[in-house]
């Protein structure tokens, strides 16, 4: 009873204190809203179907970055994991007619995931025991692993056919007119954010997370395994980019090293929209899913928006994406100007008085 009460008493306070996440929420439904009045076909029932499920890919991998994000580092491997993750998948399991090597689909995805692991574990002991800039490993390890990529399916394409494979990421629960409403995916990605919130929120593991972003020496003072935990986010990073892997080759079908591309500006983008601080020690789950909505319906919407016979075309996307970024870093450092200014007020008083 003591700790359900706990627990109600935690949900509670991430509610009081998530004045930014509703902020992003309120500017997520005016988007939907636009969107909705200057193209009808917004809310189709295909269109949002798709939506949610370019929004549930992009949460799995996006709450990975944010584990580390949250420790004070940064992931920029995340979009090249998630293409070799696929390239993995085609080379091993596709038809031998198709540039594959015939074996089972569950021969194919364990071994993917496992080198997803792997790369995440070689990135974060590289990371934490030999005190590498994040940066640089994460940037090297996305060019090495692009090029390993390209390797393997020699600068061309592996078509997966495996019918059954890519039904997967098109059925779901719940169908209307004979399509499924909520698609696996999503299923996936609730799963995804259950667990990680209450990893995050409710565990000791969490509260580590959170004390290495605020002050790494007094989190390493107080007796917290600070490299250990940190090489963990890189890990669990790798790994959700794994899952995304196999979901984006089962939903693309045809795989090469351009897979990925750019995907994890995005779910940078994403974790700092909804309130992920690149300083550490700041983030929610379900800031996470905000960010990765509005992400995605970015993306979506320019495609989608239309004013009388002008719509953007393709160019748009770089440069609405890109302003997103800055937008999304300009309002991480105002936040934390802000309450610098609040705690130095606060400080003040508190003297005087």
Request: aromatic share 8%; net charge positive.
């Amino acid at each position: 009873m003591s700790a359900a009460i706990a627990g109600s008493g935690k949900l509670a306070a991430l509610w009081r204190s998530g004045a930014r996440e509703r902020g992003m929420f309120s500017a997520f439904a005016l988007m939907f809203i636009v969107l909705w009045l200057s193209n009808p076909s917004f809310v189709s029932q295909d269109n949002l179907v798709n939506t949610s499920r370019q929004i549930a890919m992009l949460a799995v991998f996006a709450t990975g970055i944010a584990f580390v994000i949250i420790t004070g580092g940064i992931d920029l491997s995340v979009g090249s994991v998630i293409g070799l993750t696929g390239v993995i998948i085609a080379k091993i399991s596709a038809p031998t007619n198709y540039g594959g090597l015939n074996f089972d689909l569950w021969t194919g995805i364990p071994v993917a995931l496992a080198v997803a692991l792997l790369v995440g574990l070689a990135q974060g002991l590289l990371i934490t025991r030999l005190n590498l800039q994040p940066f640089i490993v994460t940037l090297g390890g996305m060019l090495v692993l692009k090029g390993v990529s390209q390797t393997i399916v020699e600068g061309k394409s592996i078509y997966l056919g495996l019918a059954g494979f890519r039904d997967f990421v098109r059925q779901g629960l719940f169908e209307i007119n004979g399509a499924p409403v909520i698609v696996w995916p999503i299923v996936i990605m609730i799963g995804v954010l259950v667990v990680a919130a209450y990893v995050l929120h409710f565990s000791v593991y969490g509260r580590y997370l959170f004390a290495i972003g605020g002050n790494r020496d007094a989190a390493s003072y107080s007796g917290i395994p600070v490299k250990r935990v940190e090489c963990s986010t890189y890990v669990i990073s790798a790994f959700l980019a794994g899952v995304a892997g196999v979901m984006y080759a089962a939903y693309q079908g045809e795989m090469k090293h351009t897979v990925g591309e750019g995907d994890e500006l995005q779910a940078i983008a994403a974790v700092v929209l909804g309130g992920v601080s690149l300083r550490g020690g700041e983030g929610t789950v379900i800031g996470v899913l905000i960010g990765s909505a509005i992400m995605r319906i970015i993306v979506n919407g320019i495609e989608m928006f239309r004013i009388g016979d002008w719509r953007p075309d393709e160019n748009w996307k770089m440069i609405i994406i890109g302003s997103v970024i800055l937008i999304a870093v300009i309002l991480d450092q105002l936040v934390h100007i802000v309450q610098a200014r609040r705690r130095t007020r606060r400080a003040a008083i508190a003297t005087s008085g």
